[in-house]
Every structure is written in C-alpha cells, then in structure tokens.
C-alpha cells in the first residue's frame, strides 16, 4: 500500500469500537506486537491456505459473539500501539546529504550538532560538516525530542554528544561538546525544555 500501511488504514476508519482486527505482516515485530494487545489473529508471511483458513474460521466465530470488556480493553490497547507507532515513524531516521559529487545518507544519531545558515543548514558530524536546504524549525519537527535540544535560535544539539553544561549569566548555561565546540543555551530555550532536567551535586 504505497503511502499507508495497515496502520494508517486503521488511524483513519471514523467509528467506534475498532473492528476486529488481524494482521497480516513479513515483520515478526509486528506479529509480536499483535500478540500483545491481542488481536484476533496474526498472519506471518509466508503462509499457507490452511494457516489462512484457520484464521478465517477464527474470525468467523468471534464476529458471532457480543461485544465484551475484553473487547474494548483490546480496542483501547489498539489505539495505544497506534498511537506509539505513529510517534516513531514521525522522527527521522537519516538525512540525504550531498559530498561533492556524491550523496549519502547520514544516520541522526552520527549528528553531533545543528547550525541554521540562513536558508540552509549545516550538519556537523564528527569532522565533517554538511550543508542541506531548509530551516531548523522544519528540522526540529523531524527530530526526536529525547535525543536532539534545541539550545537557541540557530542551534539544536545531540545529547549524546554533550560533554558538560556550565553555568552562565541570568540562568542560561554554556554547553560544551565532546569535540570542544562551545554554545550557548538560552533562557528563551531552557524555557521551552520542559522535559530537560538540570541537577546540581
């Protein structure tokens, strides 16, 4: 299904309670995930006609049955793992940058910290730097917030790639990284980092 998969097509059907539901997927994640919110039945591919009949009698004989508890504890679990899926397809994975003649994919995680150049957008990673077309604000809302802060106006920097914070003036800090650069993160920013805790020892 080009553009949507089966979770999508169930995001988007307007009633309630869901329909039961059986998945059918080459993933075993996915075949897991059934089990666990305890769908109908799942179909691994590859698979058979009599593993697909067996399926099919299965939904028969529940369609016969009432709606119960159990039945909508099931549709609640549903939106929960759709609600889960959704949130990790919206964060980017890799970002298509060109090196000279070439183009490669550069993992987020490798991304140490991100500088906005007017309409473009410099990518450091390690020694290397990249630069792609856009805004960091359009950037920002591809990133996972629990991995990638934005500090202020122009930079957002990986987590994983801060070596110390230090305080500084009016309770903004500077942020040291593990490479020696130093930026600054902003009252305006440490503000907005709601789910950023700052300890003291």
């Known amino acids: 299904m080009p553009g ?23 993933h075993d994640e996915f075949a897991l995930k059934a089990f666990e919110v305890h769908a109908l039945d ?11 009949k067996r399926t099919i009698d299965h939904a028969r004989r529940d369609i016969k049955v009432d709606v119960s508890p159990v039945d909508r504890a099931f549709d609640d679990r549903l939106k929960r793992l759709l609600d889960e899926v959704q949130s ?8 298509l940058v060109t ?9 987020v995680e490798r991304i ?12 450091h ?21 629990s991995k990638f802060l934005r500090v202020n ?7 994983d790639s801060v070596k110390e914070l230090r305080p500084w003036f009016h309770g903004e800090f500077k ?3 593990k490479d020696g650069t130093e930026l600054s993160w902003s009252r305006r920013f440490i503000d907005r980092a709601s789910d950023f805790a700052i300890g003291k020892s």
């Open 153 to 159: 106006r122009s930079s957002i920097v990986n987590l």
């Open 175 to 177: 942020i040291l990284l």
């Open 112 to 123: 140490d910290w991100i500088e906005a150049a007017r309409n473009y957008i410099r990518l």
């Open 42 to 52: 799942y179909l691994l591919k590859p698979f058979d006609g009599a593993r697909f």
């Open 88 to 95: 990790r397809q919206k964060f980017t994975s890799r970002l």
């Open 99 to 107: 090196s000279g003649d070439r183009a490669l994919f550069v993992p």
């Open 4 to 26: 949507l998969d089966g979770f999508g097509v169930l995001e988007a059907l307007d009633f309630h309670p869901l329909p039961r539901v059986v998945f059918v997927t080459a």
């Open 125 to 145: 990673v390690g020694d290397k730097t990249y630069e792609i077309r856009g805004t960091i604000d359009g950037l920002q809302r591809k990133l996972d917030p």
